[in-house]
């Protein structure tokens, strides 16, 4: 299911995949018992490479740190492009990958608390919320789908526009303050 999302395919059938596996079709039903099955197991073995991804960090200066998150997003944005696109499709109409989609969704929202921490520190109660929602919405998978789909921008563009982005909204300000 991974290799035909990962080729193209966002939302596979069970038919596809077990041709593609070399299997019956009766095999995939024997082991899920729904698509939707078949779907989580397959965000959650996805969910795994992810774990091995590079994670940015935390030290040196707010470029520095803005532009190793941006690089180490990049890898796993890239990486992920697919089956991210492919599980939104389907989290409107499954609560279980919902629910399965926000384990990685609060994950990046603490490594990006952490690689800025000395910004968000700065400022205090709305208006860090507010900037830590910023932050992590630009260097989402969201955003980077925008630059790299909509935008059409290559991995580099998209990288450095992120790094920008955030290196400006984490500048502290005397609004801000």
Do not use: C
């Amino acid at each position: 299911m991974l290799d035909l999302i990962d080729e193209g395919t966002p939302l596979p059938t069970a038919g596809e995949v077990a041709k593609r596996a070399g299997v019956a079709l009766r095999s995939i039903r024997q082991h899920f018992e729904s698509r939707e099955a078949l779907f989580i197991a397959a965000s959650e073995r996805h969910a795994a490479r992810v774990d091995e991804a590079p994670i940015a960090p935390h030290g040196g200066t707010l470029e520095e740190r803005a532009r190793r998150l941006a690089a180490a997003r990049a890898i796993v944005l890239e990486q992920t492009s697919p089956i991210r696109r492919a599980a939104t499709m389907r989290a409107d109409t499954s609560r279980a990958l919902a629910d399965a989609l926000q384990r990685p969704i609060r994950e990046r929202r603490r490594e990006v608390a952490g690689v800025f921490a000395t910004e968000l520190a700065a400022v205090d109660g709305k208006t860090k919320n507010d900037l830590l929602d910023a932050l992590d919405l630009v260097a989402g998978g969201r955003a980077w789908d925008t630059l790299r789909v909509e935008m059409g921008r290559t991995v580099e563009q998209a990288e450095r526009v992120v790094g920008s982005a955030l290196v400006a909204l984490a500048r502290p300000t005397e609004k801000r303050r």
